[in-house]
């Protein structure tokens, strides 16, 4: 049973995630004002949400050896290359993840869009100069749903018993 739980987990969160980034880069793509702001921050949420079910349902499968032993993993070149392609979305979302977790910040503070002042900072809030950043978070975020895709198909050829050297 817990082997058809963290698989299915395990699925579930590559849905949400795709959902959830292509969510995410959608919103900061069109206009930025407040509506694209929540419905970005949601799907950040997701996102993020999604990529800790991964990490945690991965790592349990890997070293409990609920699908495969774990020597099969440490020996199969499209295990490396999958876990590659996952390490590099993590390394794209460091910049998008530090930015809008500042925007979160500043509109819970109530000075996005246009800012304002809080606790007697002058803070510029999410203005124009930032709707080039959402554009930029918003393409990595479509750079990250193809990585994810890539991952999918790494994991079907993986689990079809490609990449075993030795």
């Known amino acids: 049973m817990l082997r058809l739980s963290l698989a299915a987990l395990h699925l579930l969160a590559l849905g949400i995630g795709l959902g959830a980034v292509w969510a995410r880069?959608?919103?900061l793509g069109g206009e930025l004002d407040?509506?694209?702001?929540?419905?970005?921050f949601t799907a950040d949420s997701w996102w993020g949400?999604?990529?800790?079910?991964?990490?945690v349902t991965g790592l349990w499968r890997l070293l409990a050896g609920t699908?495969?032993?774990?020597s099969y993993y440490m020996h199969?070149?499209?295990f490396f290359a999958k876990m590659g392609l996952f390490v590099l979305v993590?390394?794209?979302?460091?910049?998008?993840?530090?930015?809008?977790?500042?925007?979160?910040?500043?509109v819970r503070r109530g000075i996005?869009?246009?800012?304002g002042t809080a606790n007697g900072v002058t803070d510029p809030g999410i203005d124009a100069a930032d709707v080039a950043t959402a554009r930029r978070i918003s393409?990595?975020?479509?750079?990250?749903?193809?990585?994810i895709v890539l991952i999918v198909i790494a994991a079907v050829t993986m689990a079809r018993g490609y990449g075993v050297t030795g």
């Open 139 to 147: 393409a990595i975020s479509y750079v990250e749903a193809a990585i």
């Open 34 to 40: 407040d509506g694209a702001l929540r419905r970005a």
């Open 25 to 27: 880069a959608r919103a």
């Open 90 to 106: 993590l390394v794209l979302e460091v910049w998008p993840m530090t930015k809008l977790i500042r925007w979160r910040i500043a």
């Open 76 to 78: 199969n070149h499209v």
């Open 112 to 115: 996005a869009n246009g800012g």
């Open 67 to 70: 699908e495969k032993l774990t």
């Open 49 to 55: 949400i999604a990529a800790l079910l991964w990490l």
